[in-house]
């Protein structure tokens, strides 16, 4: 994709496919950028008729498929932009959020807008980082500066 840079394109089927001349998301080192992500289905069936909660937990979900495809999860989610048709459902966005993302808290930014393609009500887009890998030693370890908590 770029040359001598580590980036990666993201492809999962676990999310929509990209519609057009870009990729689901991108990594680059251990950052991850998902693409706007719509309330369509993983096997690409359009859902713009659906309920605003259908078309938001739709778009939540394949947003942290994305995550999840590149090596993070909804806890390393570091921020997030949401485009809303108007501003009527955004106190629901904030539960059905609320609900899916649990204890995690990223920055957030919410854009009402007039329309969005298709007809839908709700598009998604996000920053996250890779999960660390866990640690397999045993006990702990002071940190090279001597300090420990």
Known sequence: MSQGLDVA????DGAAPAGGHYSQGVRHGDLIYVSGQLPIAPDGTHHADADFDRQARLAIRNMIAVVEAAGGNAA???KVTVYL????????FNAIYAEMLGDARPARSVVPVPELHYGYLVEIDA???RAAAPHHGAGTSTPSNGWSP
């Open 76 to 78: 390393t989610l570091l």
């Open 9 to 12: 394109p993201i492809s999962t």
């Open 85 to 92: 048709v108007g501003v009527a459902n955004w106190p629901r």
């Open 127 to 129: 920053i996250a980082v």
